[in-house]
């Protein structure tokens, strides 16, 4: 006899603690979580986390803006993890930005924020991936001019775009949920367990997988290799963004 399950409640990950996914699409699977970590490690999160450090308030579409002009592609990038990010405050989340270089601090924002609430919390860690949108061969330019702009409407077509696996993205997730797992906040579904274990296995790898990675390599010849290497340093700050008001702020 068929389950009477709704088909959506088998992709919730509700029954766990730490949820993981990839996208806007990932995130609207996902059961409500109390924390919302969005990923972007070429772009949003490692961009806010220097941004803040240095004492500034951003909007996260006006980083993108910010790119748009030498950086399309990198800009596209952004608006897409800022179209998450937008959507998970929505859902009421405390919404982090997280990424390798301040992944256990992340996870410490978590265990702050638990401990501040005084009741468990769930948690979902969206890895942003790379939006398709973005490619330049993708023969669309009003889609990639959105994507740029972060204006697509996050039940648009575009905003539902299918997502180019991001290894970056996979890495600085696991590392967040690998971070949580150290701080007993570790009752995690098996996609967060393969992300986090993924994570550990190569760890000692990262600096050359985000280097050697299509997004690595495409940022590089973009003239950006100093920055992915930034990216790949593993807790280089404890500055974690937290989306307030539509702000990033520490």
Do not use: K
């Amino acid at each position: 006899m068929p389950s009477a399950t709704a088909p959506h409640a088998f992709f919730d990950q509700a029954s766990y603690q730490v949820r993981f996914e990839w996208g806007v699409a990932g995130l609207d699977r996902l059961a409500p979580a109390d924390v919302v970590v969005v990923v972007d490690v070429l772009g949003l999160s490692t961009d806010a986390v220097g941004r803040v450090a240095a004492g500034d308030e951003v909007a996260p579409g006006a980083l993108a803006l910010a790119d748009a002009a030498g950086d399309a592609v990198g800009a596209a990038g952004v608006a897409a993890a800022a179209r998450i990010a937008a959507r998970a405050a929505g859902t009421g989340a405390t919404v982090l930005l997280g990424c390798l270089r301040n992944a256990s601090a992340t996870a410490a924002a978590v265990l702050a924020e638990q401990s501040r609430r005084g009741a468990r919390t769930s948690v979902a860690v969206i890895a942003a991936g790379d939006p398709a949108s973005a490619d330049p061969a993708s023969g669309d330019p009003g889609s990639a001019g959105l994507a740029v702009t972060g204006m697509a409407p996050s039940g648009s077509a575009l905003a539902h775009a299918p997502l180019r696996f991001a290894v970056e993205d996979l890495l600085g997730a696991g590392a967040v949920i690998d971070g949580l797992t150290a701080l007993g906040i570790d009752h995690t579904s098996p996609e967060a367990a393969a992300a986090s274990e993924a994570f550990r296995g190569l760890r000692g790898a990262v600096r050359h997988l985000l280097t050697a990675s299509g997004s690595g390599r495409e940022r590089a010849d973009g003239g950006f290799r100093a920055e992915v290497e930034s990216a790949a340093s593993l807790d280089a700050t404890p500055v974690v963004p937290v989306l307030r008001g539509g702000v990033l702020r520490a």
